[in-house]
């Protein structure tokens, strides 16, 4: 059965363009899908090319372009909670895994979607994978959703072993592009001096791996 309605946490504003793909495609089955995004990604370097952002309107514009990108993908629910970006770590764990339960209580998702803890390459990635997946541990396992992760690292598969849940989102590939290009002050530097046209970045786009989280009990 495919899911009905579903949670995703990740801190920054773009990290939703990593699975648009797989959104895309559970929006289109009619699932329901509320995403929490940690942080409005102020501290992004990354300013517009040309630059068209300040210190001071990064968070509104970023906040805009989130709602946008969340837009072309279909996700119903969007909230930014506003904690410090590139500082998640540092930030009151207790409290967040608390917030999220809470959340969780309150969807009763049957899916959830996040950074897989360790294999996330930023520490806001990992710290908003090891805070969800702390907060489902909480739960019983009766009312504990699946948890599908995003592993980013080179030797996720040697040591995860691979992704047991593999998206074929060619059909969906041009809608997530853009939805990856509404963050426009932030495209050009996650495509690099690549072009969306470049079939090694669209083969790549094509294809989305997530690896299902095992707790213990
Ligand atoms: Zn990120």
Known sequence: MEPNTILVVLPHPDDEGIIAGTLIQYAKQGAEITYICLTLGEM?????????????????????????????????????????????????????IQRIMDKMKELKPSLVLTFYPGHGVHPDHDAAGRMTIEAMRRLSPEERPVVHGIAMTAHAKDLLGPADVV????AYVEQKIRAIQAHKSQFQLLIGNGSFE????????????????????
Request: proline share 5%.
């Open 44 to 96: 992004g370097r990354n300013l517009g090319m040309p630059p068209f952002a300040n210190r001071v309107t990064l968070p509104e514009i970023r906040r805009q372009e989130l709602h946008a990108c969340c837009g072309i993908i279909g996700i119903q629910q969007v909230e930014s909670w506003g904690l410090m970006d590139k500082t998640v770590e540092f930030e009151d764990q207790e409290l967040w």
């Open 167 to 170: 998206h074929d989102v060619t």
């Open 198 to 217: 470049d079939p090694k970045r669209l083969a790549h786009y094509r294809t989305e791996r997530l690896w299902t989280y095992r707790f213990d009990d």
